[in-house]
């Protein structure tokens, strides 16, 4: 039996829900950013893998745009973190309450 | 065949590790076996070119950041807090939503049309092959133009936007580093005083 795109899109719904669960269960943000890598991840090798079966590399440049999409997230985010935890600070999303209405 | 499903184990389980993790240092240490392995993965897809990139600026620029920052975050004598998790009051909702996701995926597969895996026109490795970089860059600068354009001006958002924010505290710092200028000239004045 060879691997077919089905087993592609079976390892990518795993990893992306993975990454689902670990943003709505985890407090801490830094775990929170590393789910949401996850997510990412998942993405890009659904259209990595399709643009296998297809030959087209379309899917690639998509790909690469989710990458860069995925830094500058990364880089806003953990500036956002930076800025709202200081050092030495106990670190959890549920006390920030900014924008509580 | 193998190597998928080899693969495909080290991904699920480098995952699980990620968000179970007791300190973020060691979920940094599972996501960069995730990438790892994904590049792999890329590989054999013939995906070349995005394999170096996922090393390069997952492995290599990401994840550092990620360091860095719990470097700064935890820079006193005490381990980095975790929080608690919010399981408890979550795992209902959450198990819904996740196992009506995955039920409607699996239903949306179990409707999609089987495709044909053709072989690519050549081997993985050499030049003008589907995937090599060649390839990839010409698609990237001639066909997909804008979306390469698009990519550049998301970066310069992201620097502008994180500069605006690390601005914010660097005006914050900047009265201490005055002060302490202040506190060191007088420190250095009352010592000349006693000296003379």
New interface residues.
């Given amino acids: 039996?060879?691997?077919?795109?089905?087993?592609y899109?079976?390892?990518a719904?795993?990893?992306f829900?993975?990454?689902?669960?670990?943003v709505?269960?985890?407090?801490?943000p830094?775990?929170m950013?590393?789910?949401i890598?996850?997510m990412f991840?998942a993405a890009?090798?659904l259209f990595?893998?399709f643009?296998?079966?297809?030959?087209q590399?379309?899917g690639?440049?998509?790909?690469?745009?989710v990458?860069?999409?995925?830094?500058?997230?990364?880089?806003?985010g953990?500036?956002?973190?930076?800025?709202t935890?200081g050092?030495?600070?106990?670190?959890?999303v549920?006390d920030v309450r900014a924008l509580r209405g | 065949?193998i190597e998928?499903w080899i693969l495909?184990v080290i991904?699920?389980a480098s995952?699980?590790w990620?968000?179970a993790?007791s300190k973020?240092v060691y979920?940094?240490v599972a996501?960069l076996l995730?990438?790892a392995a994904?590049a792999v993965?890329?590989v054999t897809?013939?995906?070349e070119?995005?394999a170096v990139?996922?090393i390069i600026?997952?492995s290599g620029?990401?994840l550092v950041?990620?360091v860095f920052?719990?470097a700064?975050?935890?820079?006193?004598v005490?381990p980095?807090?975790?929080?608690?998790?919010?399981?408890p009051k979550?795992?209902l909702p959450?198990g819904v939503?996740?196992l009506v996701?995955?039920g409607f995926?699996v239903y949306a597969?179990s409707q999609a049309v089987?495709?044909s895996?053709?072989p690519?026109?050549g081997p993985v490795g050499a030049a003008n092959v589907?995937?090599s970089v060649s390839?990839?860059g010409a698609?990237?600068f001639t066909?997909?133009l804008l979306?390469?354009e698009?990519?550049a001006l998301?970066?310069m958002?992201?620097v502008i936007?994180?500069i605006t924010?690390?601005g914010?505290?660097m005006r914050d710092a900047a009265p201490r580093g005055h002060e302490r200028k202040v506190e060191r000239a007088m420190r250095e004045a009352i010592l000349r005083e006693g000296t003379d």
């Fill in positions: 039996m060879a691997v077919s795109i089905d087993h899109v079976g390892l719904a795993v990893m829900f993975i990454g689902v669960i670990g709505i269960v985890r407090c801490n830094l775990v950013l590393m789910s890598e996850l991840n890009n090798l990595i893998a643009a296998r079966v297809w030959l590399n379309a690639h440049i998509f790909a690469f745009l990458i860069t999409v995925a830094a500058a997230e990364a880089a806003i953990l500036a956002i973190i930076v800025t935890f050092p030495e600070r106990y670190v959890d549920d | 065949m998928f495909a991904l699920v995952a699980v990620t968000i993790a973020p979920s940094v996501l995730n990438f994904l993965l890329y897809l013939s995906a070119f995005l990139i996922q600026v997952y620029a990401i950041l990620f920052v719990i700064l975050l935890s820079s006193g005490a980095f807090a975790m929080g608690p998790n919010r399981l979550i795992w959450g939503v996740v996701s995955l995926l597969a089987p495709a895996v053709r690519p026109n589907f995937g390839d990839f698609a990237l066909v997909q979306p390469f698009v990519t998301i970066l958002v992201a936007g994180v924010l690390g914010e505290a």
